[in-house]
Antibody
C-alpha cells in the first residue's frame, strides 16, 4: 500500500531555511505527480506546491513562490521541499501527498505530516 | 479564486446532511472538477469523493457528491458518530493551481 513518510520538520527562526523530505513506497514513484499541502494550527488546508512525475514542471502557491522549491529524486523515491526565508506565517503541519496522475489534479494519498514552527 | 464552504453543519445520527462548496467564476472557469476530503481529528485528510461524484474503493455509499455549474455538494446519509470530522472541497483556480475550500466542521448531535 502507498506509504508517504515526511521528515525534517522542527523549530526554526524567522529568515532561516529548512528542508523537508518525504520517503515514498508502495507505488511506482516516478509515474505520479506529488504535492506539498500545509495546515496551520487550527486552520484549513492550504496547497503549497506540485511537481510533475518527471520533475520538469513545478507550480507554487503565490504565498511561497520565490521562497520555497519543490524537487524530487526518482532514483530514491523521495520528494523534497526546500523552504527559505521562513516567516511566522509558514508555521504549519506540512503534508506530502500523491496525485493519481502525472501532474496536479487531486490527491489520493497523504502522509502523516511534519510540523514546522517558525519562531524566534 | 475562492471555494466557499459553510463553517459548520450538524445532524443527528441517522439523518442526512449536505455540505456545499461554491466557487467564484474565476475558480471554476469552465466548471473544473471538484473533489472532497475528510479529515478526522488528529489525522491527515483522506480522499472521499473525486471528480465530482466518484467514491474511492472503501468509501461507504453513504457518501455522495454532486456538481451543478459552479456549485458542488457532499451529502452524507445515515449519519454516524464517527462521521464527525472536517470536510474540505478542492478544485483548481484560473492558473490551474490547486485550491481548497475553507473546510466544514461536521458535528453529530
Amino acid at each position: 500500500q502507498v506509504q508517504l513518510v515526511e521528515s525534517g520538520g522542527g523549530v526554526v527562526q524567522p529568515g532561516k531555511s529548512l528542508r523537508l523530505s518525504c520517503a515514498a513506497s508502495g507505488f511506482t514513484f516516478s509515474r505520479y505527480g506529488m504535492h506539498w499541502v500545509r495546515q496551520a494550527p487550527g486552520k484549513g488546508l492550504e496547497w503549497v506546491a506540485v511537481i510533475s512525475d518527471d520533475g520538469l514542471n513545478k507550480y507554487y502557491d503565490d504565498s511561497v513562490n520565490g521562497r520555497f522549491t519543490i524537487s524530487r529524486d526518482n532514483s530514491k523515491n523521495t520528494l523534497f521541499l526546500q523552504m527559505d526565508s521562513l516567516r511566522a506565517g509558514d508555521t504549519a503541519v506540512y503534508f506530502c501527498a500523491k496525485d493519481p496522475y502525472g501532474s496536479g489534479f487531486y490527491i489520493d494519498s497523504w502522509g502523516q505530516g511534519t510540523l514546522v514552527t517558525v519562531s524566534s | 479564486s475562492v471555494l466557499t464552504q459553510p463553517p459548520s453543519v450538524s445532524g443527528a445520527p441517522g439523518q442526512r446532511v449536505t455540505i456545499t462548496c461554491t466557487g467564484s467564476s474565476s475558480s471554476h472557469g469552465a466548471s473544473p472538477d471538484v473533489h472532497w476530503y475528510q479529515q478526522l481529528p488528529g489525522a491527515p485528510p483522506k480522499l472521499l469523493i473525486y471528480v465530482n461524484t466518484n467514491r474511492p474503493s472503501g468509501v461507504p455509499d453513504r457518501f455522495s457528491g454532486s456538481k451543478s455549474g459552479t456549485s458542488a455538494s457532499l451529502t452524507i446519509s445515515d449519519l454516524r458518530a464517527d462521521d464527525e470530522a472536517d470536510y474540505y472541497c478542492q478544485s483548481h483556480d484560473s492558473s490551474l493551481n490547486m485550491i481548497f475550500g475553507g473546510g466544514t466542521k461536521l458535528t453529530v448531535l
